[in-house]
C-alpha cells in the first residue's frame, strides 16, 4: 500500500503564495487519483482539490477556485498543491490522500498523510 509525507507547509502572510508537496512510496503512484484536503481547528475535514491519474482532470472545492491549482509529478511520485493569494481562513493543516478514482468525498480516500501546517496571517 503507498504511503503518502506531506512538506511545504509554513506561516506566510495574506497574499502570498506557497507550495505543498505529498511524496508516495511503497505503492504504484500512477495509478491512483490524489487527493488534498483541509482541515481547521474545531471543523471538519474538507475536500480542497483533487486530480486523476494523469492530473488531466482536477477538481477543486469553490472557496479555492482560481487559486490554488493541483499538479502531479507521476516521475517523481509527487503531487503539489499551488496556493496563490492566501487568506487566513486558508489556514488549516492540508493532507494528501490517494483513492483509485478521482472523488471528492473524504470517505472515498483510503490512504492519508499525517499533513502539513499552513498558516496564514492578516
Known amino acids: 500500500q503507498v504511503q503518502l509525507v506531506e512538506s511545504g507547509g509554513g506561516s506566510v502572510q495574506a497574499g502570498d503564495s506557497l507550495r505543498v508537496s505529498c511524496t508516495a512510496s511503497g505503492g504504484t503512484f500512477s495509478t491512483y487519483a490524489m487527493g488534498w484536503f483541509r482541515q481547521a481547528p474545531g471543523k471538519e475535514r474538507e475536500f480542497v482539490a483533487g486530480a486523476s491519474w494523469t492530473g488531466s482532470i482536477p477538481a477543486y472545492a469553490d472557496s479555492v477556485k482560481g487559486r490554488f491549482t493541483i499538479s502531479r509529478d507521476n516521475t517523481k511520485n509527487t503531487v503539489y498543491l499551488q496556493m496563490n493569494s492566501l487568506k487566513p481562513e486558508d489556514t488549516a493543516v492540508y493532507y494528501c490522500?490517494?483513492?483509485?478514482?478521482?472523488?471528492?468525498?473524504?470517505?472515498?480516500?483510503?490512504?492519508w498523510g499525517q499533513g502539513t501546517q499552513v498558516t496564514v496571517s492578516s
Open positions: 490522500a490517494a483513492t483509485p478514482e478521482i472523488a471528492v468525498q473524504r470517505s472515498d480516500y483510503d490512504t
